[in-house]
């Protein structure tokens, strides 16, 4: 069975920096495409950052220089290294799984969610 | 950036209605769209994806169409736990994805 549990999230000051975690078990995630997505509260989806299963990684322009995906392939976890938190991060972040259709941005499985609230 | 807009922001219907969301695209995705429900709390959950293709485990009242620019998620008999809220997503034009801002779904 295919899970994703995320990990890492709580209250940070502006400025200071978090890292999440995203324990995949039931599939590899260095063989999938893997992505973070956030949502603000009360607010919409929005897309963070992607890593392929070629290790190619992407960013929104809003978390660019700031904030790193990465990969543990022994550990089978993804990670978000969050630096520079601002208020504006405050947010459920999901780790989700791109599946391959037209693109590999169809996210079939998604955590649970982890929240991050930066304030003073 | 791809915008992704949906109509309407909110809808009141009952159970057993038949509901149509729409999202369009701000250019051309062909069939690069993707659909979601979220309910409160929880983590979205893929319905559709390539637009009219039905992921698996999701009942057949749900249904995509569509291309180009202009989309629709069609729930042919509304049940109880359809209420929710429903995102579509582009995957045409990444990095960025980008989602729609949602249609909520309430009890009429």
């Known amino acids: 069975e295919v899970q994703l549990v995320e990990s890492g999230g709580g209250l940070v000051q502006p400025g200071g920096s978090l890292r999440l975690s995203c324990a995949a078990s039931g599939f590899t995630v260095s063989s999938n495409s893997m992505s973070w997505v956030r949502q603000a509260p009360g607010k919409g989806l929005e897309w963070v950052s992607v890593i392929y299963s070629g290790g190619v990684t992407y960013y929104a322009d809003s978390v660019k220089g700031r904030f790193t995906i990465s990969r543990d392939n022994s550990k089978n976890t993804l990670y978000l290294q969050m630096n520079s938190l601002r208020a504006e991060d405050t947010a459920v972040y999901y780790c989700?799984?791109?599946?391959?259709?037209?693109?590999?941005?169809?996210?079939?499985?998604w955590g649970q969610g982890t929240l991050v609230t930066v304030s003073s | 950036d791809i915008q992704m807009t949906q109509s309407p922001s909110s809808l009141s219907a009952s159970v057993g209605d038949r509901v149509t969301i729409t999202c369009r695209a701000s250019?051309?995705?062909?069939?690069?769209l993707n659909w979601y429900q979220q309910k409160p709390g929880k983590a979205p959950k893929l319905l559709i994806y390539a637009a009219s293709s039905l992921q698996s485990g999701v009942p057949s009242r749900f249904s995509g169409s569509g291309s180009g620019t202009d989309f629709t998620l069609t729930i042919s008999s509304l049940q109880p736990e359809d209420f929710a809220t429903y995102y579509c997503?582009?995957?045409?034009?990444?990095?960025?994805?980008?989602f729609g801002q949602g249609t909520r779904l309430e009890i009429k």
């Open positions: 989700a799984r791109g599946i391959c259709s037209t693109s590999c941005s169809n996210f079939d499985y």
């Open positions: 250019q051309s995705i062909s069939n690069y």
């Open positions: 997503q582009q995957s045409y034009s990444i990095p960025p994805v980008t």
